[in-house]
């Protein structure tokens, strides 16, 4: 019960006394230890300069346990209103007795005042000025704090005015804080805001932040979770403190499993949320208000007009409501708004089954008709009305599909019953096209053929024709163009009676199919006079890859720039894949790897095993390439991709593996494995009728058998040899070629040799293959000796012994250091022969030494930025391999202190000013040719040149490379590229900057010294002094590099310069680390 004994005084109203609850007047216990969050500690820190701070935030988000942190640091007169406190008599005299702890004897002089004739109700304004005068005389401190908590409480005309009077003449050490739930009706609160009297602090500062919640559920609850668990929580809480709290006493009331138990029964288990906001919430508010909140929980988001179909009426006094009083709810990021999860979820348990149904179909009605049919679906399955559902589906299917969301699709159709899926063909064919993206083949199969059966029995042309279309795709998909003859044919038969589109389909389809099956010439002659531009793109890289003219399909693939949203896995078709195939026929091992693995990445994040497998079988392909194959490497590639084929039931896609795997172990000398691997690819590739890569087994197999000089060798590369030249496929055959000449020149067989070498030297010479022979596909010969031998020998071959005697001089070059790191004929250029800054790229960013752009040789304005956050975000893409960072984080990066969803406005506003400034002659809605976004993550284009990705690719060849002449160029190079620290001026303390910074600078040390190291060691010691101070302007301390200076000193003739680097160094180690070098000048000497 409050203390209620009065506190009398002569002459008091009615001889009445004011009744003071002083309960309500002390600071409360902070309940547990406080978790110290130095983001909160600076918004604490605005009291001293703002007379007035707003806490305005909803229950539960720690207004009070603010305003606690504010008492801790300065004298608190501490008042907490209630609804009784609406009586000004009442009002103020709570406010003169808390104030008399802050400033004694105050109450004592306000006696006289509030003994006033016509009570206090008449002469309010009176006594509010004698009670300012009174403190502005009375408070001792420097400064002093006055809390009104839970103002919502007695909101109302008349305490605003008394507010409003006190606040304009607020003692001038006196700083005043209130919090409430619900923005205060103070009629001059806007006009203190704009004179910045007025310091705000709402839900989004109070909530905790991700990287917050570790240190609390540590200090607070004991309890140590991991990031993906935090981050969980962080989603089901929203960060709001007091569903945190009774979050971790349920985990400390658990077992082991309890988070995982936790997160499952969200939010039925959370009986103390729910009985919080039962009685803070739902308990404050009209019935009719109760219902508007629990009608628009069923939304993910509302505006005027779904309320006012769901509540069959106007909502404006309620939804003005909403917005007064927050009621946990946020912008939805489009012009409505949507309560926070955990209000949400309670709203929903709150609500009775029967009224939730019946607003879930008002809701669906009203999508429908508005064209909405996604949300029409979501509300027709949450108001069980199934049928309605199955049929906004249907329509809704062909959309989904187009804008690449399959696993959407999978997942609204699985919300289906599934003998209503079972009764819609339209359903069925967009199912198998989700579960063929997904690599769910043998099920999209299934799906497909129901369909066909359900649309002929229907009499559904269209829908028979796409049912047999999406059969088609599942088998070319998987390259079984045997299995494809069937539905094509079935489609045939269906030509006349379809649209012009399904028509197109269909002979795409025709021509693709011909290509897997290696009928190259059919397939172009197939597509004449079919597409007025020839065949899609797709189509004709696949064909100039199988016709071996690599270098065109790299060209080709090349035009379509990085893959654009909407992004649907694409099978073997994948850029990345194709370009690690490509890359590893042309030997180009380093950039096979580099595309196979991001071909793997791609396929993770697409949700396709079946690119990941095929890029990891390619990742196999190119250890297998280049100066330093690994067989053992490759083949743990090449098996795992082995494992994922049969993961995922789909035996042609073991081919490649076995393929790679023929070859890894002819190189290993292990035959009879090798020989195993061949037989059951051949098997597997008859089954599947695909004549191109069977092509390639027999390639495998005789290049296995030739590496340990088996009698079939040339048997088996004869055939491969036979079959290519008959498919139209010129690098098979001229690769065959090329290992039956070294098998001739091997056993001495002269006239045998020139034939096979002149065929081998005319595919070359007529087909760009020039690195066959100077560098080492997996396809190709592995040594250098035994190239060297052959060109020499082909030197002397009648018609081709010129071009011969070309490649011989490539080779014989390539032993000296200058072009050990020249290159091939079609491969990417090596460190010192790279362009200029600008040149080869549309754009290139240097960030070392200072941040320059160049588009098209043109240097960007730094006024045509604009916005500083759209330039960190481009920052922000430089410093990722990638190319690439998700929404969310960069939001988490570049507003660290702030509460900014990735939708938000700002971010969006961030991006649409970098395109701006890197294309301002883009037309609106034009496709962006530097920055694009897939899905949650905005990607650089990979023809934008960067420094960084420059330093770090060649420090990176530089520091492992076993060629130490080699290597020093290959440093020398880096050095040349790291200009300075990255953005040193331009982001000197963003923490994501802070630790690239760092990380390059580090590496550049390193290089640097090999750099210098051999540059002393073949007397080039000037050029090393240079780079040495280098080292040692960004690192004093640095003992190596000091000891390598004066060595390159001493190389120069300069003892003196010696002496003083060695004197340097000791003095700097001396003064500052209290040490002596660990070198001795003498020992450089000796």
Known sequence: MPDSRPRQGPGWPDGGARVVDRRRLRVPRQPGPETVRPRIERLVGQVAVHPMILIEADAGYGK?????????????????VDRQDKDLFVLISHLVSTLDGIAPGLAGRLDPVLQAA?????????????????????????????????????????????????????PSRLHLVIGAQARPALPKLDRWRAEGWVASVDRNDLAFHRDEMSSYYIERHGLTLTGEQLGRLADVTEGWPIAMYLAGRLLQAGSASGFDELIRRTPDGWREIHGYLREH????????????????????????????????????????????????????????????????????????????????????????????????????????????????????????????????????????????????????????????????????????????????????????????????????????????????????????????????????AVVESHINEGRLDEADAGSAGLHHDGLPRHLRVRLLVRRGDLAGALALVDQDGPDRAPRVPRSHREQQALRAWIYALMAQGDDARRHAALGIAAGRELFSPIIECVCTARMGLARLCGPDPDPAEATEHLVRALTMATEIEVPRFRAEPLIGLCVAHGRLGAWPTAWRYGCEVLEILQHAGDAYLTAFARLAIGIAAAQVAHPDAGTWLRQAANEATGRGDRYVSTC??????????????????EKHAARALRGMQGNGMDYLLLDSPWTGLPDLASRQALVDRMTAVAEVGGYARYLAKQLRASGSHAAAVAPAPGRRLQPEQQPAMTGGHGLYLRTLGGFVACRDGVTIDRAAWGRRKSLELLWLMCTRESRSVGREEAVDLLWPDENVDPGSVRFRVALHALNEALEPDRPPRGRT??????????????????????FRELSGQALTERDPARAALLAHRATLVYKGHFLAEEAPYADWATATRTELADTFRQTAMVSAGHDVASDDAGRAVAVLRRILADDPYHEAAYRLLARAYLRLGQPAAARAVFEECSERLRRELQVTPSWRLAELTG
């Open 64 to 80: 009070t346990a603010f305003a606690r942190r504010v008492a801790d640091r300065y004298p608190t007169a501490w008042y907490a």
């Open 118 to 170: 016509g009570g206090v109700a008449s002469t309010w304004p009176e006594v509010v000025d004698a009670v300012a005068d009174a403190a502005e005389e009375l408070i001792t401190s420097a400064e002093a704090v006055c809390v009104l908590d839970d103002y919502h409480l007695v909101d109302d005309p008349l305490v605003s005015a008394v507010v409003t009077r006190f606040v304009e003449r607020l």
């Open 281 to 508: 919430v739902l308990g404050q508010h009209s019935a009719q208000t109760r219902a508007f909140l629990l009608a628009t929980a069923q939304l993910s988001s509302f505006d005027k007009e779904i309320c006012d179909v769901l509540m069959v009426g106007d909502t404006s006094p309620q939804l003005q409501l909403v917005n007064d009083w927050g009621l946990y709810c946020v912008s939805d990021g489009h012009g409505g708004h949507r309560y926070q999860h955990w209000f949400r979820d309670f709203l929903r348990a709150e609500c009775d089954p029967v009224s939730a149904a019946m607003y879930h179909n008002r809701a669906a009605e009203h999508f429908r008709s508005t064209g909405s049919l996604e949300l029409a679906f979501t509300h027709a399955i949450s108001g069980r009305d199934f049928d309605r559902a199955a049929d906004d589906l249907s329509r809704l299917g062909p959309s989904l599909m187009h804008a690449g969301r399959y696993v959407t699709l999978l997942e609204l159709s699985e919300a289906l019953p599934e003998h209503l899926r079972a009764r819609h063909a339209r359903i069925l064919i967009a199912r198998s096209a989700a579960l063929r993206l997904t690599s769910r083949y043998r099920t999209a199969l299934d799906a497909a053929r129901q369909a066909a059966v359900l649309a002929a029995d229907a009499g559904d042309l269209a829908a028979a024709f796409d049912a047999r279309m999406a059969e088609t795709n599942v088998h070319l998909d998987t390259v079984m163009p045997s299995k494809a003859a069937a539905p094509l044919d079935a489609m045939r038969t269906m030509l006349p009676h379809v649209d012009g589109e399904r028509r197109r389909l269909y002979h795409d």
């Open 736 to 753: 065959a070629e090329l290992w039956l000449a070294h098998g001739a020149l091997t056993i001495g067989a002269s006239q045998s040799f």
């Open 929 to 950: 040719r530097f920055v694009h976004s897939s899905g949650d993550r905005v990607v650089l284009d990979d023809g934008v040149g960067i420094d960084i990705h420059e």
